[in-house]
């Protein structure tokens, strides 16, 4: 699409954002007539929107009545947009410190849909150094963070996980079997760090450590990411420093463990 075009809006959709808003901000349950007199809506409109959300599970009508309200799914997906931005505002300037002292890039990462995704990073200043871009999703049984993560599941996830996903061999060094991932794991758990040694891409490593909010739950994890031959050579000092690292952060979001 060409910048400077603007696209019309979707009235329909318009119409059901404001029906759920609506709900949303409602200290009570709603009945359909009250939303379609606050919005200057038909009453078929609104009650077939309410259905629509229903049926996902966003709105929950109360029983005999056509009073609606707002499900806990909606305040869920709130929480994990508020932890986001929460996480990064909370762990940048540890970020940097750690960076700054390893000299090699430090990125924070979230699990989404079975995948590792990098929402900060700090990229280290030297010409040899290793940066993934923000956004970017990787694999959780051959990264660092997905490691991590993969480690915090309970037995029933993670064999649903090992279930659904295709364990792909993206080098020689990949683990790509789930034995030899539940192996790797069992170390992860010991040691409270996770290392990928070129698991994912042949001449980068890393070094990654669990970060846990309030309720002792994981929220993130991060790593510090370099060119292998720096990384092995400082394996145990790395481990350190980024497991003092996402320990700190956690205390910062209220772990108390």
């Known amino acids: 699409m060409a910048q400077g075009v603007s696209t019309p809006p979707i009235q329909a959709l318009q119409k059901a954002v404001a029906v759920f808003e609506a709900i949303c901000r409602s200290d009570a349950p709603m009945r359909i007539a009250d939303i379609a007199r606050a919005l200057g809506m038909n009453k078929t409109t609104v009650f077939r929107i309410l259905q629509t959300f229903v049926s ?3 709105v929950d009508q109360e029983k005999d009545t056509d009073r609606y309200a707002a499900t806990l799914k909606v305040a869920a997906f709130g929480n ?3 932890n986001r931005v929460e996480i ?3 762990a940048r300037e540890i970020l940097c410190d750690l960076s700054r002292e390893v000299g090699d890039s430090v990125h924070l990462a979230i699990e989404d849909h079975d995948e590792t995704v990098i929402v900060d990073k700090v990229e280290a200043a030297d010409a040899s150094a290793i940066s993934f871009h923000i956004g970017r999703r990787s694999p959780l ?3 660092g963070t997905g490691k991590v993560m993969l480690a915090a599941m309970g037995l029933d996830r993670l064999k649903s996980y090992f279930a659904r996903i295709r364990l792909v061999a993206y080098t020689p ?3 790509a079997t789930p034995e030899a991932v539940r192996d790797e794991l069992v170390n992860v758990r010991e040691t409270g760090v996770a290392f990928d040694r070129e698991e994912y891409q042949i001449g ?3 070094v990654a450590a669990p970060v846990y909010d309030y309720s002792g739950r994981l929220a993130a994890g991060i790593s510090i990411t370099g060119p292998t031959y720096r990384v ?3 394996a145990d000092e790395l481990a350190q420093k980024v497991a003092a690292a996402a320990e700190a952060i956690s205390r910062l979001l209220g772990c108390q463990q």
Do not use: E, N, P
């Open 173 to 175: 060094k990949t683990l």
């Open 56 to 58: 996902l599970g966003y």
């Open 141 to 143: 049984y051959c990264t």
């Open 204 to 206: 980068a490593s890393c």
């Open 80 to 82: 994990l947009v508020l």
């Open 232 to 234: 092995s050579a400082a």
């Open 88 to 90: 990064r505002r909370v």
